[in-house]
């Protein structure tokens, strides 16, 4: 059995990129050190914040909402609510939704749950079910995709929320620059950074990523010590059907033959940023004529597919 790096207890983790093992208290150290550099590196947070934590349920989700309940302990102008946005979909989320409300009583969080159905009248199953019948080219993970980033911004403002962080982790992150770069979508890479950019609307509740610099196999090691990884693993039954699928794969046999390469393709990304937020400013937002909600068009992308779907 390997032992940590650090002093001679047993390691729980290892990491290929710098060769060191990592005992519980020692990797729980690693971590914390981390994020909170990351969260000083791109000032995320102030004094005095009422941090919405968009929560899935999941274990990066949960993690972060454990992570910033801690942290907050030491920054008594914090307030640290969840969010869960409930798609719809079914025999995945139930479970998770269950996880959720026990670990916000746990941590004397406050929470709320918005679902699909009741805000659009659909599931989001019954949307894609929808889509299929109207011809409509889109992937279910562009209804939810477009659905949630619109909740999310209108409900974490309805709860006083002064940011909202979410828990896109590196893995994440680099996953969505190479889909976007694939796609010669240089613009929304402009919109992946660890912060939102400069954007005055008022209705624009800013957005964080404090696990910006951290690995999925890290927030997976975080979740299990501290009993936040689903006890079944289910997967998003549209998972597999999205470009994201294969990305992700891909950069993990990457990784393997290559260790170190997703810090490589992250450092990439943040070198181009600065460029590319000069090319395509957010400050400039318009409001929705239909919803009245933060839009880069007349029309907001959650109103543009309600009107395909014949749901609006
Ligand atoms: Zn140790
Ligand atoms: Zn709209």
């Not at 990305?247 to 940023?273: A, H, Q």
Request: aromatic share 12%; glycine share 6%.
């Amino acid at each position: 059995m390997a032992k940590c790096s650090f002093c001679n207890r047993r390691a729980i983790f290892y990491s290929r990129v710098n060769g060191k093992f990592f005992c519980e208290k020692h990797f729980l150290k690693y971590f914390d050190r981390k994020v909170r550099r990351t969260i000083r590196k791109y000032h995320m947070f102030g004094k005095n914040e009422t941090i919405v934590v968009a929560v899935s349920g999941g274990k990066d989700s949960l993690s972060l909402l454990h992570y910033l309940s801690k942290l907050s302990k030491r920054a008594p102008g914090w307030i640290i609510k969840g969010l869960l946005i409930d798609e719809g979909i079914a025999g995945y989320r139930e479970h998770l939704i269950g996880k959720f409300i026990k670990t916000c009583n746990e941590l004397d969080v406050e929470y709320k749950i918005v679902s699909f159905k009741e805000e659009f009248g659909y599931s989001l199953d019954e949307i894609v079910k929808k889509g299929k019948q109207l011809g409509l080219p889109y992937l279910p993970c562009t209804y939810c995709g477009v659905f949630r980033r619109y909740l999310l911004n209108k409900e974490s403002r309805e709860m006083g929320g002064t940011v909202l962080a979410t828990a896109h982790n590196l893995d994440d992150v680099i996953q969505t620059f190479l889909m976007n770069i694939l796609n010669n979508n240089w613009d929304r890479v402009a919109r992946i950074g660890p912060v939102s950019g400069v954007i005055t609307h008022v209705r624009f509740v800013r957005r964080v990523k404090p696990f910006f610099d951290i690995l999925e196999k890290e927030t997976t090691t975080y979740s299990i010590l501290h009993s936040l990884y689903p006890d079944k693993n289910v997967e998003c039954p549209y998972a597999p059907l999205s470009f994201r699928w294969y990305i992700r794969k891909f950069l993990n046999d990457l990784e393997m033959r290559n260790p170190g390469i997703k810090y490589s393709l992250l450092n990439s990304l943040v070198e181009v940023l600065s460029l590319l937020r000069e090319k395509y400013r957010e400050s400039d937002l318009k409001t929705c004529k239909i919803c009245g909600e933060p839009s880069s068009q007349e029309v907001c992308r959650a109103c543009m597919l309600r009107r395909e779907l014949g749901i609006l």
